[in-house]
């Protein structure tokens, strides 16, 4: 299975054969770490800028573990104290980045659609970690490889997503995922936090969890994305937890084996039971937070093998030069 994309700007581009070879590369990944074989050289030689115009934590250690790991040379710009606070525009920002010659670009940006201009107007590979309310790839991607691992597949399993799902890239890069791979997806959430037009989105949509979670064999809650409310969307967090945090009870209705997941950081006592979320035989919270690094390391390195291709080194979406 080939990797043939040029950027990582969204799951929408991606054939099911794409994912499934990303998924490969990142699961051994995942083993070799396991076994202690942390480092390559699958980027030796090459530089990876991460521009993150959003604060973040999890999302911007893991792009530069991973790209450390794979011997890219890493260099994380301060975006938040950056020339655009000066008037800088974007595409300054793209042609000030060409001069640099980077061979790789992290981006989060909160505005949908920046990361793809920026791909438009740079002379590199751009990988998109996370847009607006676009999309966020390598955390569908991660959360793809934890379902695969802990279910044995990624087809034919009916999956729960809960939560504030208006506001989430994170909720829509898992639908298209999700969708590609023939899984039966429900939406479970209030009306208030559904996104406009949700009836053409071709998924199950309800507002009762123990409708929602009925045999479910995924539970993926989501954050409540307050940064992104600009009115009152909840009566209260009391109230929210009561009808939509996921607790013991309202789990009850999914299949006995079903794995619980969140993306992070997570709102304990809000969105899930503190204890749930620590419960080893149910979450799988923290082997996302592990495959996160395994996901972005496959992700850069099939972008560094097909930057080498197009220079004439090796096959398109094969292995990088070690």
Do not use: W
């Amino acid at each position: 299975m080939t990797f043939n994309q040029r950027h990582l700007l969204g799951i929408e581009p991606l054939h099911p054969s794409e994912i499934i070879a990303l998924l490969d590369r990142a699961d051994h990944y995942a083993e070799a770490t396991r076994a202690g074989h942390k480092h390559g050289d699958a980027l030796a030689g090459l530089t990876q800028i991460n521009m993150f115009f959003e604060n973040s934590t999890r999302t911007q250690a893991s792009f530069e573990i991973a790209g450390k790991r794979l011997g890219a040379d890493v260099m994380n710009m301060a975006m938040q104290a950056s020339s655009l606070k000066k008037g800088e525009t974007l595409i300054d920002t793209a042609l000030t980045l060409n001069a640099m010659r980077p061979d790789l670009l992290v981006v989060r940006h909160p505005q949908s659609g920046a990361v793809n201009l920026l791909a438009e107007k740079v002379n590199c590979a751009v990988l998109n970690a996370g847009d607006g309310k676009h999309e966020h790839p390598t955390q569908a991607l991660l959360d793809a490889l934890t379902i695969r691992r802990a279910k044995g597949r990624l087809h034919r399993l009916t999956v729960a997503i809960c939560g504030d799902i208006a506001h989430s890239r994170v909720a829509r890069s898992n639908l298209i995922l999700l969708g590609k791979m023939e899984n039966r997806v429900r939406l479970v959430g209030p009306p208030t936090l559904m996104p406009a037009q949700i009836d053409q989105l071709g998924v199950e949509v309800t507002d009762n969890m123990a409708e929602g979670l009925k045999g479910a064999d995924v539970v993926m809650m989501l954050r409540l994305q307050k940064e992104r409310m600009d009115g009152g969307f909840i009566p209260s967090e009391r109230e929210y937890y009561h009808r939509f945090g996921l607790d013991a009870e309202k789990l009850s209705h999914a299949k006995p084996d079903a794995i619980v997941m969140h993306p992070g950081p997570m709102n304990r006592g809000v969105e899930i039971d503190g204890t749930l979320a620590d419960d080893i035989n149910r979450s799988v919270i923290q082997e996302q937070v592990e495959m996160g690094v395994a996901v972005r390391m496959a992700a850069m390195d099939l972008l560094a093998a097909n930057l080498r291709a197009s220079a004439g080194q090796v096959e398109p979406g094969g292995p990088a030069a070690r």
